[in-house]
């Protein structure tokens, strides 16, 4: 019975509008059977599953594949439901991309349901190592929504750098660059319609946040890497569906002030409010969301992070 429930309400809550007449996941049609998911840009609450990201859907004549399966089981049901009312098929793949909470969670949802899970074996170790203490932190917010979910990783894990696969005749190809937001982080990149599934190596319309365990120098490496692929289209982490050049003003040129200034001034030994206080005017970033919240941040977590390499 609470399972039922729990799809009803994620059944329907899909399918209605917020107080702001906002959809909780707005779909974005990309052509040729693939839609983007954009979720929220604020964050994780029980009014929007803790799907405050971006998924993918791909059609393909053998199932759908799903990119990210979200922050739970409740959530996972939501996703699955718009995969099938987008394609009329059952979820058979699913690709993690990183292992943020929202990105994987509700793996054994989709597995207990015959889909496989993908992953590159980088990705798995920083999963498995996260997923208990991720579930037990989105408890508080998530409540009952986070009954069932389970830290399930993928089984075998892919390895290698650059994994090309087929489903249906659709390629799509996992590519890894660097260490980012967290270790493991990938790409989904689509050859065929040049179409870059970024993750969490792209924000836009909001500020990135670097985490302790980001590494904001291989970060902005990675983002080097991945925007030479010169995308048509790019689905960023967080954000609505944008181009190269909007990645670059808000993920690229954000990421380059952040690790210049900091490596700068830790090789300074200026120390972290010096640097905090120094570079916490921003004025080419400050229209971004949560800019407010989690510059200083940055900041911080970054200058410690250059400091701890001297």
Known sequence: MKKILLALLAALLLNTQTAQADPLLTVHPLGDGIFALIGPTGGRLHENFGLNANYGVIDTPDGAILIDSGASTAAAQLLANEARKLTGKAVKWVINTGSQDHRWLGNAYFSQQGAQIIALARTTRTQAALGTGQIESLKGELKE?????????????????????????????????ADAHFAGDIVVWLPEQQLLFAGDHIYVDRLLSILPDSNPANWRQAFEQIIALQPKRIVPGHGRVCDVAQAQRETGDYLQFVVKGTRQLAEEMAGVDAAVAQLSAAPAF?????????????????YLHFEAAQ
């Open 286 to 302: 400050a229209h971004l969301k949560n800019f407010n919240d989690l510059h200083r941040g940055n900041i911080n977590r970054a």
């Open 145 to 177: 929504q986070m009954a069932d979910t389970l830290p399930f990783t993928a089984t075998p894990a892919l390895s290698g750098e650059r994994v090309p696969l087929t489903l249906g005749g659709r390629q799509v190809e996992l590519r890894y660059a």
